[in-house]
Every structure is written in structure tokens, then in C-alpha cells.
């Protein structure tokens, strides 16, 4: 059974950080790309940041480019978002993916093979 399971949200204020991980079980890790999305209600999904199975490559959406860095350990099947500068308009629940497909440096929301549960991040100002 895989399992992709979100940890590190919270609540912080304006400026501050927080770290994101995704750790996944009944998977290779490698074998996979791995990705970051987030939604808050009424909205659809959105894709924040990808990086490919190797992590050679790594792929932001504009609106957190410079401030967010997503890496993977492969060895320890984990994936990590690290948010720096955190906006209001950053609260969102984010969720974890893995997926075989990477199209353009971002992976499609029809490509998902396997989400994680989501995690909340809230960024009070």
C-alpha cells in the first residue's frame, strides 16, 4: 500500500519559515518525480514546485519562485519543501505528490499517481 505522508505545517506569521515533508512508504522513491501543490476552498489545486526523480531539475511556480526550495532525499524516500518568506497568500492545505510524468518541468494534475493527505499552512499577518 503506498502512502505519501505530509508533515511540518503550522501557523506562522509573515516573514517566517517552515519546512514541509513528504514521507513516502510502498514506493521507490526514485522511480518517481515528486511534486508540491496546494489549495485553499473554492479554488482548484495548483501546482507550487516540482523536482525530477534524479534531482537534477527543479521547477517553481512564479508565485514562489526565490522564496521556496524543494528537495528529496531518495535514500530516506522523503521529499522536503523548505518556504521561506511565507505571504498570506500562501495559506493553503499542501499536498505531496508522486508521479511518473513530468511535462515541461511541472507535473500535470492528471498525472498524479499518488497523493498525500495535506497539511495546513496558515501565514497570519
Known amino acids: 500500500q503506498v502512502q505519501l505522508v505530509e508533515s511540518g505545517g503550522g501557523l506562522v506569521q509573515v516573514g517566517g519559515s517552515l519546512r514541509l515533508s513528504c514521507a513516502a512508504s510502498?514506493?521507490?522513491?526514485?522511480?518517481?518525480?515528486m511534486g508540491w501543490f496546494r489549495q485553499v476552498p473554492g479554488k482548484e489545486r495548483e501546482f507550487v514546485s516540482a523536482?525530477?526523480?534524479?534531482?537534477?531539475?527543479?521547477t517553481y511556480a512564479d508565485s514562489v519562485k526565490g522564496r521556496f526550495t524543494i528537495s528529496s532525499d531518495n535514500a530516506k524516500n522523503t521529499g522536503y519543501l523548505q518556504m521561506n518568506t511565507l505571504k498570506p497568500g500562501d495559506t493553503a492545505v499542501y499536498y505531496c505528490?508522486?508521479?511518473?510524468?513530468?511535462?515541461?518541468?511541472?507535473?500535470?494534475?492528471?498525472?498524479?499517481?499518488?497523493w498525500g493527505q495535506g497539511t495546513q499552512v496558515t501565514v497570519s499577518s
Open positions: 505528490a508522486a508521479s511518473r510524468i513530468l511535462a515541461g518541468g511541472t507535473i500535470p494534475l492528471h498525472g498524479i499517481d499518488y
Open positions: 510502498g514506493l521507490t522513491f526514485s522511480n518517481y518525480h
Open positions: 523536482i525530477n526523480w534524479s534531482g537534477t531539475t527543479t
